[in-house]
Each structure stands twice: as structure tokens, then as C-alpha cells.
């Protein structure tokens, strides 16, 4: 059983910056790819950005990128997701979560396991 658990939420004025962290513990993870998505008050959960197995390749919502920066921290079991320049509509809980396979998906269908989540809030 994977476990993820999220970290580096917090409140931030806006065009301020934070760095989410997601640490996996039960078994090696590397192998797979990994997302990062949110959920903001009266929306759905919706993809932020994915790293694919060896962290080659990423991909961003359109929402977020040139903004938002995902990688493989040192440690092969840890995420991050640098957020730079960040806007009051970035105001979110964000999730960490584990794909079925090596490549990037942005459904949420073919990601396994989940964190529980850290809040990210941005006044104005």
C-alpha cells in the first residue's frame, strides 16, 4: 500500500511563491509517473501538472504553466511542485497522486493513490 503525503501548503500574498512537497512511503514509486492536481471551493479536482517516470518529460494545465514548475526532489520518493507568481484563482487544496503507468496522464481515472491534500491560499 502506497501512502502520499503532501506538505508546503500555506497563505501567500499574491505574486508570492511556495513549494508543495509529496513524500511516498510503502514501496518505490520511482517507476511511475506522478501528478499533481487541485480542488478549489465549488469546482472539481482538475489536473495541475504531471512528471513521467524518470522526470524527462512534464506537462501543465494551461492555467498554470510558465508559473508552476514539477520535479523529482533528490530523494526518489519525494514530488515537488514550485509555484511561482501565484494568483488568488490558484487558491486550492492540491493533491499529490501516483499514475497507473510510466506516462503522463491528466485524468484523474489513471492515477492510483492520492494524498489527503495541503491548502494553498492567495489574497489579493
Known amino acids: 500500500q502506497v501512502q502520499l503525503v503532501e506538505s508546503g501548503g500555506g497563505l501567500v500574498q499574491a505574486g508570492g511563491s511556495l513549494r508543495l512537497s509529496c513524500e511516498a512511503s510503502?514501496?518505490?514509486?520511482?517507476?511511475?509517473?506522478m501528478g499533481w492536481f487541485r480542488r478549489a471551493p465549488g469546482k472539481e479536482r482538475e489536473f495541475v501538472a504531471g512528471?513521467?517516470?524518470?522526470?524527462?518529460?512534464?506537462l501543465y494545465a494551461d492555467s498554470v504553466k510558465g508559473r508552476f514548475t514539477i520535479s523529482r526532489g533528490n530523494a526518489r520518493n519525494t514530488v515537488l511542485l514550485q509555484m511561482d507568481n501565484l494568483k488568488p484563482e490558484d487558491t486550492a487544496v492540491y493533491y499529490c497522486?501516483?499514475?497507473?503507468?510510466?506516462?503522463?496522464?491528466?485524468?484523474?481515472?489513471?492515477?492510483?493513490?492520492w494524498g489527503q491534500g495541503t491548502q494553498v491560499t492567495v489574497s489579493s
Open positions: 512528471i513521467n517516470w524518470n522526470g524527462a518529460s512534464t
Open positions: 497522486a501516483e499514475a497507473r503507468g510510466v506516462g503522463i496522464s491528466t485524468s484523474r481515472g489513471e492515477y492510483t493513490y
Open positions: 510503502g514501496r518505490t514509486f520511482s517507476v511511475l509517473a
